[in-house]
C-alpha cells in the first residue's frame, strides 16, 4: 500500500489585514508524491530517525490553519452525497466540521474518510526533513518557503498522508 503526502505551505506576516491569521501559498494542497523517507521525519513512523522521533510542529490540523488547508482537508456536503458523508459520519470514519454551515447552521463539510495523520513543520524541521531530497517538487517547495522568508514572513507547511 502506498502513502501520499499533501502538504500546503502557509505563511503569515504582520504588515497583512490581520497580522494573526494564516495565508496559504496557492489555493490547492501540493502532492510530492510518495516519499517514505520524508513520510518517516514528518510522522515518525516508517523507518523514522532515532526510533519514532518526529520532526513535525504538532499533530492534528492547527487551530488557526489557512482557509485553503480546511477546504484541502475535507469534503463538501450536497444534496447528492449526503447519504453517503452521513454514513461515513455514522461509520466513524469522517467528523462534521463547523467552520462552513448552511442557512439553516447545519455543517457543510465533513472531514476527508481517506485523510489521516495531519500535522505541521516549520520552516527549520521542514528543512531538516527534507535534506538531502532530489525531489523536484520538494525542491521548488523550499525555494517558496525561503523566498517567503526573507520577505519577513512565518512560515509552516500543514501536511497529511492518504493511503
Known amino acids: 500500500m502506498g502513502c501520499d503526502i499533501h502538504c500546503v505551505i502557509e505563511y503569515k506576516h504582520e504588515d497583512f489585514n490581520n497580522p494573526n491569521s494564516w495565508d496559504s501559498f496557492g489555493?490547492?494542497?501540493?502532492?510530492?508524491?510518495?516519499?517514505?523517507?520524508?513520510f518517516a521525519n514528518l510522522a515518525g513512523v516508517r523507518g523514522s530517525p532515532k526510533g519514532?522521533?518526529?520532526?513535525?510542529?504538532g499533530f492534528g490540523i492547527p487551530d488557526?490553519?489557512?482557509?485553503?488547508?480546511k477546504y484541502e482537508t475535507t469534503v463538501a456536503v450536497n444534496d447528492t452525497n449526503r447519504?453517503?458523508?452521513e454514513g461515513w459520519v455514522a461509520r466513524g470514519?469522517?467528523?462534521?466540521?463547523?467552520?462552513?454551515?448552511?442557512?439553516h447552521g447545519k455543517p457543510t463539510r465533513v472531514t476527508h474518510p481517506d485523510w489521516?495523520?495531519?500535522?505541521?513543520?516549520?520552516i527549520k524541521q521542514w528543512k531538516k526533513a527534507t535534506k538531502g531530497s532530489k525531489n523536484l517538487q520538494i525542491k521548488?517547495?523550499?525555494?517558496?518557503?525561503?523566498?517567503?522568508?526573507?520577505?519577513?514572513c512565518e512560515v509552516r507547511v500543514v501536511f497529511w498522508f492518504d493511503n
Open 116 to 122: 489521516h495523520t495531519h500535522g505541521w513543520a516549520d
Open 52 to 57: 519514532g522521533e518526529t520532526l513535525a510542529s
Open 27 to 38: 489555493f490547492n494542497s501540493i502532492n510530492p508524491g510518495r516519499n517514505y523517507d520524508l
Open 93 to 103: 470514519i469522517s467528523k462534521w466540521v463547523g467552520w462552513v454551515q448552511d442557512l
Open 140 to 152: 521548488c517547495m523550499n525555494a517558496i518557503m525561503d523566498t517567503l522568508a526573507k520577505n519577513g
Open 83 to 85: 447519504a453517503e458523508i
Open 64 to 69: 488557526n490553519a489557512s482557509w485553503a488547508t
